[in-house]
Structure formats: C-alpha cells, structure tokens
C-alpha cells in the first residue's frame, strides 16, 4: 500500500483533525449543546470523513486499479472489491 505510505502525514492529520471533531462532538452532546450546533459538528465530520476515503480511494484507484502490466484477472478482482466498498460506504 504504497499510496498510504507515501501520503501517511496528511492522512495522520487528517485523521487526528477528524478525531478533534468526534471529541468535540462529544463535549457538544454532553453538555446540552443546541441541536444546530450538533447537527453542524456531525456535518462537518462526515465531510471530513468523505475526503479521507475520497484520498485513499483515488490513491488505491491510481495504484492498484492503473498500475501498469496488472493481470485482466488482477484488475477485474480489484474492480470487483472497490464496487463492493463503494456500495457499503453509501448505504
């Protein structure tokens, strides 16, 4: 997984900010917060959340899916799993 590698800093900050988020989500809800205060949080961790697969997906897409000399077989498996994340991920 070379693209997680390579990119493993961004992703790390990505991933701490979107755990700020969560925490602060938390400190919202256990104190009473008002509702569009809440509502605006959890919206802004799923946008977060969503540029972090986007990120990793398109780096798996480039790597794994365009890597050169990969097999037709190879590909269609590749194919076959990212569809079936995709669809797990929108449900």
Request: proline share 1%.
């Amino acid at each position: 997984m070379a693209h997680t590698t390579t990119g493993r800093k961004k992703l790390l900050t990505r991933i701490r900010r979107i755990q700020g988020q969560a925490a602060a989500l938390e400190r919202a809800v256990e104190q009473d917060a008002d509702c569009m205060a809440v509502l605006q949080q959890i919206a802004a961790i799923r946008g977060a959340v969503n540029g972090l697969m986007a990120e990793v997906l398109e780096g798996h897409v480039r790597e794994h899916l365009g890597a050169p000399g990969l097999s037709a077989e190879r590909r269609a498996a590749e194919t076959d799993a990212v569809a079936a994340l995709l669809k797990s991920y929108l449900r």
